[in-house]
């Protein structure tokens, strides 16, 4: 099954900066052969669910693993059966809507 979901992984290092953790999550969801398009608080991936949720499970695994000692994941999923739809075809849905006429 065909999935688009938004995820924001939030590695608790007690730094300020996190953008080393986060560049590794995104390349763990890159690797896994996902469609990623990073946004400023975080990355939209299209793919099979299994895909996105074992790349998820691999990335909270690699984080630990690499001294992060707690990580806050945020996921917002969405699947349709109706039609295929790609995140590009749902940010083009939106600008034709508000395109002026």
Do not use: F
């Not at 996190?18 to 052969?33: C, F, N, S």
């Not at 969405?78 to 075809?89: C, E, I, N, V």
């Amino acid at each position: 099954m065909r999935a688009i979901a938004d995820i924001c992984v939030i590695p608790i290092t007690g730094r300020i900066s996190v953008r080393k953790e986060v560049a590794r999550a995104h390349q763990i969801l890159r690797d896994a052969g996902l469609d990623v398009a990073l946004h400023a608080y975080g990355t939209n991936v299209e793919g099979e669910l299994k895909t996105i949720l074992s790349a998820i499970e691999q990335i909270h695994q690699a984080l630990h693993r690499e001294g992060a000692p707690r990580i806050s994941t945020t996921i917002k999923l969405g699947t349709r059966t109706d039609k295929p739809q790609s995140l590009s075809d749902k940010v083009k849905a939106v600008e034709a809507a508000v395109r002026p006429t």
